[in-house]
């Protein structure tokens, strides 16, 4: 069974625009965001693998992504709320 994605797009369909367009015109939100699809893509592939849910390393990256993803958020919100 397939691991579900985490995309900002997945998460936020109703931001698709301003995640487009946010990733076109803002290159910190980019290379954020392309952090967090990585950091995402990372997570899945050792979901997938079976790791122990009690890893250290594996909650840390979790983690991670969370605390990416939140900081995310709240530019996409921000910005929408703008235009």
């Known amino acids: 069974m397939p691991i579900a994605s985490h995309a900002l797009?997945?998460?936020f369909p109703e931001y698709s625009e301003t995640i487009r367009r946010?990733?076109?015109e803002d290159l910190q939100f980019k290379?954020?965001?392309d952090t967090y699809h990585?950091?995402?893509k990372q997570i899945r592939?050792?979901?997938e693998r079976g790791v122990a849910t009690d890893d250290n390393h594996f909650n840390?990256?979790?983690?991670q992504r969370a605390h990416l993803k939140d900081q995310l958020y709240r530019?996409?919100?921000d910005s929408h709320r703008e235009h």
């Open 22 to 24: 946010l990733s076109e």
């Open 31 to 33: 290379t954020e965001s």
């Open 60 to 63: 840390a990256l979790k983690i």
């Open 45 to 47: 592939g050792l979901e």
């Open 75 to 77: 530019r996409i919100a």
């Open 9 to 11: 797009e997945q998460d």
């Open 38 to 40: 990585k950091l995402d």
